[in-house]
């Protein structure tokens, strides 16, 4: 099993929607599939957005944690789609 604090973390705190799932996206589409990325956000519609972009896009949320400024989620890349 992977130790989840070896994936790499993304700060995307202070960005409001769609902000989050974009920059996200632009930066998974440099990744290799089965690398994983933690996204830090205070967006709360990330709670939508982050899990939905994840579907569409092919990756596979792996975790989401609630912390107190926002919060975080963990994304396995999976394979592109255009």
Same mark, same amino acid.
Do not use: I, K
């Given at each position: 099993?992977? =130790?989840?604090?070896? +994936? +790499?973390?993304y700060d995307l705190k202070g960005l409001n929607c769609p902000l989050p799932a974009l920059k996200a996206k632009k930066r998974l589409a440099g990744m290799q599939p089965g690398s994983r990325l933690w996204l830090e956000t205070t967006d709360p519609l990330a709670v939508i957005d982050i899990p939905a972009f994840c579907a569409d896009s092919g990756h596979q949320l792996i975790e989401t944690a609630a912390m107190p =400024?926002?919060?975080?989620?963990?994304v396995e890349c999976g394979e592109q789609r255009p």
């Open positions: 099993m992977r =130790d989840l604090e070896q +994936a +790499a973390v =400024d926002g919060h975080r989620f963990l």
